[in-house]
């Protein structure tokens, strides 16, 4: 019997039932081992978001758009982000539900019998509550306001998730170029070091001259291997970023042309209206503030009773009794929920002073990300004369070479100095790139609008 009377109260009331979904790590591990960027429902995800086909599939050519799409599909972080927007969305249900009532079954035996019918005393009686003061038109307010803020969270972490694979394409794209720009003038430094033995085998270098040639071409050496093991960790950077493993990445084409030239600055006005208007952190840090303030709203409304309608009825040792009064009301008398306010004061400018907080440091990041964009866009175009100089030197040193002017080893150490004022324009390209992306998080947004700016993270349809 005990059993049996939960079971018939679901049947009744159309109860949810249990449905066990363990976790095992190994399954996971494998799961995550055989994703591909070349997967079908990656297509059919990428193609909902562009509103087109890609094919074919997968692309010849990965750029940062599709990169981008794919890490927003793979990265696990905005699955957790999705996930927390879905338990607020369930908390609005929750908020909203209206409160049960409650069933009452009294049973009493009399002895001796006090009136003319059995000796029993039965019935049934419902104790139904009745919120006042619109304690649930509050409390679904708060809810609401979670959920707007935790939707908001997943356009920061899906933000969070395109600045790294930004970041990882950066730093691939230095590598590739220094991996370029290194093994030309490795080459050239061993080319150097041959040179100079010879000569020094005829007496016209000494032998300082060759320990310093060789010197130079270790330290070439040892930067080219630096490069290529920069190349590595850029596409293991890349992996992690979309959330894949890293033989996913190793046979791909990726295409860095997007960072041989650092976008323009923008107006200021703009970038500031950006960071104030269209930062999710700074809506979703709004969102939360106006959840507190519906959560003071019920606490003062919680100064006012509920009540509790009891109609039942009562068979009493042959009297039948229907009752049509209140169960009860709860009179706040003690403290009219004093405490439950001040705490709900308190958490609103909890709430308040985070956001303001919040909104100062948008505002100076977004300062500081202007002024060294700007610094490092005037040291990379001081870099690009000074490689157009090299250039026209160089020119200048190949017509000599060809006329018999200078020697294979001027001309050598000629091309060796362009490529190291090459590199120093790299470097600078690098850090315009970096300072840039500065300045895109300031603002969430891309400072090449038609790379995301018109993309938003939606949820995939089939699982990973």
């Not at 679901?10 to 799961?31: F, V």
């Not at 997007?258 to 809506?283: C, E, G, K, N, Y």
């Not at 003071?296 to 040792?317: C, N």
């Not at 090299?390 to 070479?401: D, I, N």
């Amino acid at each position: 019997m005990r059993r049996l009377l939960p079971f018939a109260v679901c049947l009744l009331t159309s109860c949810a039932t249990y449905h066990a979904q363990p976790l095992a790590p190994a399954e996971l591990a494998r799961s995550f081992e055989h994703r591909s960027l070349a997967d079908a429902s990656l297509h059919d995800y990428v193609t909902r978001a562009l509103g087109h086909d890609i094919t074919p599939w997968p692309p010849t050519k990965w750029n940062r758009r599709l990169l981008t799409l794919a890490a927003w599909y793979d990265n696990p972080a905005l699955e957790v982000a999705r996930a927390h927007a879905d338990t607020a969305r369930a908390g609005v249900d929750v908020a909203g539900a209206l409160p049960n009532p409650t069933l009452q079954l009294p049973a009493e035996y009399a002895t001796p019998n006090p009136g003319p019918g059995a000796p029993f005393t039965m019935g049934l009686a419902l104790d139904i509550p009745i919120e006042t003061a619109g304690k649930r038109g509050y409390r679904i307010d708060q809810a609401k306001h979670l959920s707007d803020a935790a939707q908001l969270a997943i356009q920061t972490e899906s933000w969070r998730v395109s600045g790294q694979v930004r970041d990882a394409l950066t730093a691939l794209y230095s590598a590739q170029r220094h991996c370029s720009l290194l093994a030309r003038r490795v080459a050239d430094e061993r080319d150097v070091v041959a040179m100079i033995e010879k000569r020094h085998t005829v007496g016209e270098n000494s032998a300082a001259d060759v320990g310093s040639a060789t010197l130079a071409m270790d330290q070439a050496q040892r930067d080219y291997a630096a490069a290529r093991a920069a190349l590595t960790d850029a596409r293991a950077q890349l992996a992690a970023a979309i959330g894949v493993p890293l033989a996913a990445v190793d046979g791909i084409h990726i295409d860095t042309a997007s960072f041989t030239a650092p976008p323009p600055v923008p107006p200021i006005a703009q970038a500031q209206r950006d960071a104030i208007f269209h930062r999710s952190d700074l809506l979703a840090s709004l969102a939360d503030y106006a959840a507190s303030e519906s959560a003071l709203q019920l606490e003062i409304a919680k100064q006012y009773p509920d009540v509790h309608l009891g109609p039942g009825y009562t068979y009493d040792t042959g009297t039948r009794r229907i009752a049509f009064g209140l169960a009860g009301i709860t009179l706040p008398i003690f403290d009219q929920n004093q405490g439950g306010i001040r705490e709900a004061e308190d958490r609103r400018k909890e709430a308040a002073a985070r956001t303001a907080a919040l909104q100062d440091k948008i505002i100076g990041d977004l300062d500081q990300a202007l002024s060294r964009y700007r610094q490092t866009l005037r040291a990379l175009a001081f870099a690009d004369d000074q490689l157009n100089r090299a250039q026209k030197q160089l020119a200048g040193e190949a017509a000599r070479f060809a006329a018999g002017e200078i020697d294979r080893l001027a001309y050598t150490k000629a091309k060796i100095d362009f490529d190291i004022n090459a590199g120093s324009r790299l470097d600078w390209l690098v850090a315009a790139q970096q300072a840039a992306a500065a300045l895109e998080d300031a603002m969430q947004r891309p400072l090449e609008r038609e790379e995301l700016d018109d993309l938003r993270p939606h949820r995939p349809e089939e699982p990973r």
